[in-house]
T-cell receptor, first 112, second 114 residues
Framework: DQQVKQNSPSLSVQEGRISILNCDYTNSMFDYFLWYKKYPAEGPTFLISISSIKDKNEDGRFTVFLNKSAKHLSLHIVPSQPGDSAVYFCAASGTSYGKLTFGQGTILTVHP | EAQVTQNPRYLITVTGKKLTVTCSQNMNHEYMSWYRQDPGLGLRQIYYSMNVEVTDKGDVPEGYKVSRKEKRNFPLILESPSPNQTSLYFC?????????????FGPGTRLTVL
């Protein structure tokens, strides 16, 4: 039972354009969401997060949007750069502090 | 340098031969966690630890054991490995379970069970 789903295994965009990565969740007890970025042969690194009390959080080129009623979040990268090419994972946590549930990941490729 | 180290980085073993993957952090973090990454399944949490002597199951704890006797170390033990435990394993730590946005991952251990 996949409680966090990233339904797009891959996404390809042109440099300078917007990248939109999507994530859906089923557990209404999740109240904190994170995005991680992973390059090959490295561990994931934290990118941006959002609490359920907000619907948007922005950090430079990265913005995360949360739609609680739809149980959906998205990561926007504007403008996309070739160095953004990586696997992106969304993750969620709830009342069980420390328990973290990840999605399957989306491979983003940004073409020069 | 702040880091999470895992050993070994690569391991090929056979079914049923007990093994331990070590994880150590030098940041005095309270929270540590183990994940496995598999194609099409993403990352899945195996076990986590809020502090010394406190461990909890993640989403896929079956077939694994952990211990947290010291703050800096969080070894992952496979008592009787099976081929379905072939995976890429990551250890991670953060200052606390309430600061998962500061979670720092190790470089990974690629395990193959024949």
């Amino acid at each position: 039972d996949q409680q966090v789903k990233q339904n797009s295994p891959s996404l390809s965009v042109q440099e300078g354009r917007i990248s939109i990565l999507n994530c859906d969740y089923t557990n209404s007890m999740f109240d904190y969401f994170l995005w991680y970025k992973k390059y090959p042969a490295e561990g994931p690194t934290f990118l941006i997060s959002i609490s359920s009390i907000k619907d948007k959080n922005e950090d430079g080129r990265f913005t995360v949007f949360l739609n609680k009623s739809a149980k959906h979040l998205s990561l926007h990268i504007v403008p996309s750069q070739p160095g953004d090419s990586a696997v992106y994972f969304c993750a969620a946590s709830g009342t069980s502090y420390g328990k973290l549930t990840f999605g399957q990941g989306t491979i983003l490729t940004v073409h020069p | 340098e702040a880091q999470v180290t895992q050993n070994p980085r690569y391991l090929i073993t056979v079914t049923g031969k007990k093994l331990t993957v070590t994880c150590s952090q030098n940041m005095n973090h309270e929270y540590m966690s183990w994940y496995r990454q598999d194609p099409g399944l993403g990352l899945r949490q195996i076990y986590y630890s809020m502090n010394v002597e406190v461990t909890d199951k993640g989403d896929v704890p079956e077939g694994y054991k952990v211990s947290r006797k010291e703050k800096r170390n969080f070894p992952l033990i496979l008592e009787s490995p099976s081929p379905n435990q072939t995976s890429l394993y990551f250890c991670a730590s953060s200052p606390s379970a309430l600061r998962l946005n500061e979670q720092f991952f190790g470089p990974g251990t690629r395990l193959t069970v024949l």
